[in-house]
């Protein structure tokens, strides 16, 4: 099955900085999300991007499908973006669709 | 209203009790998911169900059990679990399994005892 791969597994980071995220993806697909899962387990999405750049505040990201990578950027990180981040990536068998979650990037920011 | 709700948020069980897992949206969407969580692990895919019928099931074991019984509702029924099975179960929903933004509830934390 395809491989998703995210680097870095942990990071630490102090408010203020910002960090890039990586996604790396083994095969082909049709689509791409990002998401932030906070401590409580929620999943909340931040990104729907097959292919492009797109922003939303402080975040941004981009995929580049053609060299199997996507990109997640935290500008001027918050205590409240701890969590873990994670990208999932769709795959069509023909006959329905499937998400395929990365390994995860945990990510602490402190004061 | 991107809201999937699930309930119960936690429930602990013993291995020879019988309990569902409840999943609800009201945005329309006619694909929903189940999916499993175990600690500092990624969501694994358990079943999809498109349009009510059910799609995928990704060899899970019988004692999981689900049931679509309309486009807003999905259930997970519990019946001879083990303590492995104690994990973070998570539904999601998408406006149909080709258009594939998944929007994720907030979990059960399921306990076997």
């Known amino acids: 099955g395809i491989q998703v791969e995210q680097s870095p597994p942990d990071l630490i980071l102090q408010e203020g900085a910002n960090s890039t995220l990586r996604c790396n993806f083994s095969d082909s697909v049709n689509n791409l999300q990002w998401f932030h899962q906070n401590p409580w387990g929620q999943l909340i999405n931040l990104f729907y991007i097959p292919s492009g750049t797109k922003q939303n505040g402080r975040l941004s990201a981009t995929t580049v499908a053609t060299e199997r990578y996507s990109l997640l950027y935290i500008s001027s990180s918050q205590t409240t973006d701890s969590g873990v981040y994670f990208c999932?990536?769709?795959?069509?068998?023909?006959?329905?669709?499937?998400?395929?979650f990365g390994t995860g990037t945990r990510l602490q920011v402190t004061l | 209203d991107t809201e999937v709700t699930q309930t119960p948020k936690h429930l602990v069980m013993g291995m020879t009790n019988k309990k569902s897992l409840k999943c609800e949206q009201h945005?329309?969407?006619?694909?929903m998911y189940w999916y499993k969580q175990k600690a500092k692990k990624p969501p694994e895919l358990m079943f999809v169900?498109?349009?009510?019928?059910?799609?995928i099931n990704e060899s899970v074991p019988s004692r999981f059990s689900p049931e679509c019984p309309n486009s807003s509702l999905l259930n997970l029924h519990l019946h001879a679990l083990q303590p492995e099975d104690s994990a973070l179960y998570l539904c999601?929903?998408?406006?149909?399994?080709?258009?594939?933004?998944?929007?994720f509830g907030p979990g059960t934390r399921l306990t076997v005892l």
């Open positions: 999932a990536v769709e795959l069509s068998t023909g006959t329905a669709s499937k998400l395929t």
């Open positions: 999601a929903s998408s406006r149909t399994r080709t258009v594939n933004e998944q929007f």
């Open positions: 169900y498109s349009y009510e019928k059910l799609s």
């Open positions: 945005m329309g969407h006619r694909a």
